[in-house]
């Protein structure tokens, strides 16, 4: 799955009907008939629905919704929250078909009957906005909202829970609570963020036909899933040993502090590394091996059980590195940490305690030609950025991304 912004979605869709010729109802067709599919399931044979329909396209696929519902046998009311005029383009045509085909269309432009209509649904579709909501909720809508929020009805939106917007850095009113919303083609932004997540209930994307991604100009931002990371396992043949399937260096721990680096090494092994090897203070190393008896043991020069210096690891010995997990924070762990980051040529994860050692001197990272990978809470992300944890939570996408692109980081 990718991650979309509204103008990287609005984009797809303009690809796939200028470039491949593919007319929008067709695309408001699929949408309504895909999300209708995932709707039935969430139905009893008697429920009472109630289809919300605002102005643009969001609506259109709500008439669709509503004409395969009633194909079917259910019972549907359909309730269009702006006045006949607004309903223009692809929406209007599916407004039509919906009602050759027998539909009643209800207007509530004041949204003066919504209550009643409310109180008889037991299952409420909202297709009031869809990625094209902007600014301010205009009323009746901001009154409308909370209402469908304070009703017992099960509700399900479409694309994304009305008032809500698609992309991050941006406050808003109020949005529909869904209990599901059944995404079109690709999850927005707003799926992910702290802010706005909950608003989706549970969702899940449906295909309309749009062309892959990476046709065109589109993004690149994507989900990374248990799927995904199973990819990225090597396979064993009959005759691989350990020695075949990398050698990974594990540097953290203090007296203090065991259980993070006891986590991260068994972390490592269980992800596949042939051979591990845990670096850490003499005193932590009888802690660590008891909970992680196939590591082998480095033991770093130490003071008062915790890493000193100067650094003594032949590098060359290992593939991949992770450094910083209960190491603690004072000034001989912080020699040693920036150290490492300057002579090892490996790919390197930093972690922790090893963040706490480079904010005030991010040039350490530039300077390096080999992967690095930051593993930062939102605390010392915001350490690393100077920027508040409120600014970091609106803005994840485009915070992760300038810093990462600054300090060549992996993002
Ligand atoms: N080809 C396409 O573009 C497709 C679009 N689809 C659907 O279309 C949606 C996007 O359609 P639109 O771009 O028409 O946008 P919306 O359906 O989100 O609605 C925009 C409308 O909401 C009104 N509005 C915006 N902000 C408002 C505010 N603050 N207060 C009150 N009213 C406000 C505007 O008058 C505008 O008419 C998607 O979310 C998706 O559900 C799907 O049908 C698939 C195909
Ligand atoms: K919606």
Redesign the pocket.
């Known amino acids: 799955m990718h991650i979309v912004t509204a103008n990287e979605?609005?984009e797809m869709?303009r690809f796939?009907?200028e470039e491949g010729g593919l007319d929008?109802r067709i695309?408001?067709e699929?949408?309504?008939r895909a999300i209708t599919e995932k709707i039935i399931p969430l139905l009893a044979n008697e429920s009472q629905v109630l289809i919300l329909v605002?102005?643009?396209?969001?609506?259109?696929?709500g008439f669709v919704i509503g004409r395969t519902l009633r194909n079917q046998g259910y019972g549907v009311n359909l309730l269009q929250l702006v006045s006949d005029e607004?309903v223009r383009g692809?929406?209007r045509y599916h407004k039509q078909v919906f009602q050759n085909y027998g539909g009643l269309v209800h207007v509530d432009a004041k949204g003066e009957k919504i209550e009643c209509f409310l109180e008889q649904a037991d299952v409420v579709i909202d297709?009031i906005?869809?990625?094209?909501?902007?600014?301010?909720?205009?009323p009746p809508?901001d009154r409308i909202i909370p209402m469908i929020n304070n009703k017992s009805a099960k509700v399900i939106s479409?694309?994304?829970p009305s008032g809500v917007p698609a992309d991050e850095g941006l406050t808003f009113q109020t949005g529909v609570e869904a209990d599901y919303t059944f995404i079109?083609e690709q999850p927005k932004m707003s799926a992910f963020l702290q802010h706005t997540a909950d608003f989706y209930g549970k969702w899940e994307p449906v295909s309309?036909g749009l062309p892959p991604i990476g046709h065109g100009k589109h993004t690149i931002r994507r989900t990374w899933q248990q799927a995904d990371v199973q990819k990225t396992l090597p396979s064993r043949d009959r005759f691989s040993h350990k020695g075949n399937h990398g050698r990974g260096l594990v540097i953290g721990g203090s007296y203090e502090m065991i259980g993070s680096v006891a986590m991260s090494a068994k972390a490592a092994l269980r992800s596949g590394a042939g051979l591990l090897t845990v670096a850490t203070a003499k005193e932590v190393i009888p802690s660590v091996s008891s909970h992680c008896a196939e590591a082998t043991y480095l033991s770093l020069p130490s003071k008062d059980g915790r890493i000193a210096g100067p650094v003594s690891i032949d590098f060359s010995m290992y593939d991949g590195i992770a450094i910083g997990m209960g190491m603690g924070r004072d000034s001989n762990a912080k020699a040693f940490t920036r150290q490492v980051i300057q002579m090892s040529n490996q790919q390197l994860l930093i972690d922790a305690d090893g963040i706490h050692h480079i904010h005030d001197d991010l040039t350490v990272l530039e300077q390096r030609e080999h992967p690095t990978v930051l593993t930062p809470h939102l605390g010392e992300m915001s350490l690393l950025t100077g920027l508040p944890v409120a600014q970091i939570l609106l803005n994840p996408f485009a915070v992760t991304k300038e810093f990462a692109t600054r300090y060549h980081i992996w993002y």
Request: net charge negative; charged share 25%.
């Open positions: 979605m609005y869709d796939a009907m929008g695309l408001m699929n949408a309504g605002g102005a643009g396209n969001n609506g259109g696929d607004k692809d929406a297709a906005f869809g990625i094209g909501i902007k600014d301010k909720l205009r809508f479409v694309d994304i079109v309309i």
